[in-house]
């Protein structure tokens, strides 16, 4: 690399920019960490390189190679959805959203100030003139300090200690231990369904009503406006034959499309709502709608392959073959699900 | 809805009249339909809080707690075992990972193969995240409007969702096993176009390696 004789552990700091999330990051590099991530769908990202050639770090293309979790300094997504924007704070790695992403979808508990900011643009990226303490090993230190299960005492060994030895201590011991058992298996069963219901409400609250708030918005402007019907008027040809549907599925899994177009699923989500209301309004019939779920839904995760394959503890090589085989793979099975679900469809 | 489609196609009609009211006409226009614009849209709010919401906190929270019930370290097993044959590796195998670790975490069940079949995996599980919500939402909360937007145009109809659900699920799981050869296929040709047969051969040594080894 050019920033060879540069590579001293200078800080950058990362604030959140406008609309952003978070109270800003401070990046250094260390004796393993060297690596800047970019996962944004292909190529180095501004704002990637940015930290790279302030921090002295080396940018990587995640989207075609896979580094060693404990090698990045930074990762840098583009991600408006739920899912991408929690794996790497998971992983603990700081992370940085080119968008204006907040903490949400399924792994929102991970989504702490001290390994997540967004909406950054290369003007959020500033040497560090603070020396402050660097941020690192955030999820190591946040993680409550409760040793695993299997090493607190079980119930039953805090229970034999009351009663002591001998034969009345035994029998003691197995009724109690019946009865204490029981109690902590009450314990642990109203907790777990407490826990769930937590994480529920969690999730209903950060994902699942602003995705309905938005979606009745959007709803809402095309019953009122007319542009359903119009919309119908345009689609109901395409979407209510099988050609229509294949070419369709075609389109969305073009491997130059595929990657943007799936990010958080959000496309294919509008897409799958208009198509309803079209349903709905009757320009679509009902036996055409099975076959739509798998025609708007052709690129279903093509954005996320080297980070699902790194979830699956994937080579680099082993990304730098997949990427492609999955994007080129959809071209053929796309439209053959569409075909097979036209199939499948007769009867509704 | 349809009768609120057609009020819409009704509306750009009705201002003709009233604008020759004057200036002032023209604001009421604007303020009658900017309202209308939000009040339909609080409308669908509405049907989308009353008619999904309620049964799919509960259906959440109980499949939350037998996930957590179950543990990931049962299911463990069966997926090691699935992960050995090809028609289970991309049928059952993506199944267990998206109904018990849910998206995006069911992707790193993919350790458990050999790196030739993880892109194919990969591939199978991520097409199995939008046919699961129809009985199990859990599995994928954050994107269930593929599924949802489309039943959600159903149920207007007066139509009962349950046979469509029932067909993209079991459509799905066809789909994601052909999905899974069909990259699987592609996988091995790329390997051999890029010259890394031998880098895969190795991997595939290491693999039984560490599974010998692990026993």
Redesign the interface.
Known sequence: MSEMETHTSRAVFVKPGPGGWGRGLLLRTDGTRTKVLSVTGGGIHPVAARIAELTGAEAVDGFTTTVPDDEVVAAVINCGGTARIGVYPRKGIPTVDVYPGAPGGPLAQFITEELFVSAVGTDQVTPSTTDEAPVEDGPATARPAVPPREERPSSRDVAATVAGGGKFGQTFNSVTGVFVKFGSGVGSFVNTMLAAGRQTVDLTLKTILPFMAYVSLLLGIVTYTGVAEWMGRVLSPIASNPIGLVAISLVVALPFLSPILGPGAAIAQVIGTLMGSQIAIGALPVQYALPTLFAINGQVGCDFVPVGLALGEAKPETVAVGTPAVLVSRMITAPLAVVIAWAASFGL | ??V??VM??Q??AQPEGETSGGVLGVFEWLGT?FI??????????V???TG??PT??VL??????LT??IGEQRVTRAVQWSARWWITRYTVMPIIAVLML????C?????F?P??H??????S???F??PVTTFFP?AN??????????????T??G?STV??AL??F??GI??IF??GI??EK??A???KR?G?TE??AD?DREFEAAKAGGR
């Open positions: 809805m349809h609120l489609a819409a196609q509306q750009p339909h209308g614009l939000f009040n339909e849209s609080g409308e669908q709010f049907g989308l809080i999904i919401l799919l906190i959440l929270t109980f499949m939350y707690a957590t019930f849910t998206n995006p975490m992707y790193s069940f993919g350790r193969l790196e030739r993880k892109p194919a995996f990969y591939d599980a991520v097409s995240v939008h859990y909360a954050g994107e269930l409007f593929v599924w949802l937007g489309i039943a959600n145009g159903v207007q109809l139509e046979p469509l067909r993209y079991l459509v066809l789909v052909i999905r069909v990259t592609i996988t040709f790329m390997i890029t890394r880098v895969f991997f």
